[in-house]
């Protein structure tokens, strides 16, 4: 079963890339090679993770030592305490780093520029990227062991767990001779020499780069490529550097990909019951309109000199009697609503509680209002819509007042 890709950049646009099983290790039948296109097209599926493999020459590995209260803002420290040994902006770095035993970090940092360009390139095209690491910490390690992989213009050595590089091969004899000497390796030789070349030639010549001082420990020669060296480790994904302002983004565009056609289809159809629905709320306005001016006409024929309102209820109090024995109807629905019209709408003025008296054909009602200037107002407004009131018994009731009254019909 396919765990996850891992592609190595060769040159601009062009990958080469292999699977790696649940052990971490190249599965050689499926090495292939060729642009980014043909990398996602070889994918298992879409969500087939990939890793990117950068050149360790873009890639420094180093450690810094922060105590347990400065590890806490070690994102923000490490740039700075790493000052001394940089050769460009901070600003223009990004960072990755792991806790080591005791006060020690682990640190990769890079060009953000260099580190995000492969990361966008592939993303753009659907990848999953999630892991990005340098070549030199996918080699295989043995634990005491030193492993050095020399290809057609590049050595890479992993130290230790968290540490390695790679250079170019000119520069290797005498780097190889310095870190030999001034290094904790003159303090703790490697126990072992893993040494790992392209062909015979170079593996030959990685030989006679060799310090002196390492000419009597074990060495394991194999002729291969970087896959053939490479073993991932779960602790090399700990310097990840797919993290902070390069970490994974939720796949909007792939995500529109898949809804894109059901959104439409759901668009549509809603703007189609829009459509339907005003259709029909314009119909039901124009009938209303039409039952309106019928209840008017009514009303005209009836009351010829009468004032257009709520003609149903004016309706119903022309047609209603004195007595209460009669059958007739009441008022009381009529009085109702022109107090709810009056009480709504103000928030200074609520309606607790009301009766209606049949004989008197009257509401007693009973209010609470903001002020007496409140109660005066709805007095007024009560005036306005043919109801008049008689004069409110009124109490102080907290911040407001409360007031009684009886209201009837104006005449």
């Known amino acids: 079963m396919i765990e996850q890709i891992f592609a190595r950049e060769l040159s601009p646009g ?129 634990p005491g062991a030193l492993t050095l992989l020399l290809e057609a213009d590049t050595l890479s050595v992993r130290v230790s767990e968290h540490w390695g590089f790679s250079i170019e091969q000119a520069l290797a004899p005498v780097l190889l001779e310095r870190i030999a000497h001034h290094s904790g390796l003159a303090a703790n030789p490697p126990v072992k020499l893993l040494l790992f070349a392209e062909t015979e030639d170079l593996l030959t010549r990685l030989q006679t780069w060799l310090p002196d001082t390492w000419a009597d420990i074990e060495q394991v020669e194999e002729v291969t490529d970087f896959w053939g060296a490479m073993a991932l480790e779960p602790s090399a994904a700990r310097l990840n550097l797919r993290r902070g302002s390069l970490s994974r983004q939720l796949p909007f565009a792939r995500w529109w990909q898949i809804w894109r056609l059901p959104t439409y289809v759901f668009a549509a159809a809603f703007v189609l019951a829009m459509a339907f629905n005003l259709g029909a709320y314009y119909k039901a306005k124009g009938a209303e309109k039409q039952v309106l001016e019928n209840m008017n006409a009514v009303y005209l024929d009836a009351v010829p000199n009468g004032r257009l309102g709520d003609v149903e209820r004016m309706l119903e109090s022309k047609l209603g009697g004195s007595s209460a024995d009669a059958g007739e109807p009441t008022n009381f629905m009529f009085l109702l609503s022109r107090v709810s019209d009056a009480v709504a709408g103000h928030d200074d003025t609520t309606l607790t509680s009301y009766s209606y008296n049949g004989d008197q054909r009257a509401l007693q009602l009973t209010l609470q209002f903001a002020s007496l200037g409140a109660l005066g107002e709805f007095r007024a407004r009560l005036t306005e819509r043919g109801i008049e009131s008689d004069s409110p018994r009124t109490t102080s009731v907290g911040d407001g007042y409360q007031a009684r009254m009886k209201v009837t019909e104006a005449n």
């Open 14 to 142: 062009i990958w080469q890339w292999c699977a790696l099983n649940k052990q971490g290790q190249c599965q050689r039948d499926s090495l292939n090679s060729g642009d980014d296109e043909t990398l996602v097209q070889s994918l298992p599926a879409a969500n087939t993770p990939v890793s990117i493999v950068l050149r360790g020459q873009q890639v420094v590995a180093s450690e810094v030592s922060l105590d347990a209260k400065q590890r806490k803002h070690a994102a923000k420290l490490i740039p700075f305490e790493l000052e001394d040994e940089l050769c460009a902006n901070v600003d223009s770095l990004h960072f990755a780093f792991a806790h080591l035993q005791d006060d020690a970090l682990a640190v990769l940092y890079t060009g953000r520029e260099s580190c995000a360009e492969p990361i966008h390139t592939l993303s753009q095209q659907g990848c999953d990227v999630r892991v990005v690491l340098p070549d030199y910490l996918l080699l295989y390690r043995e």
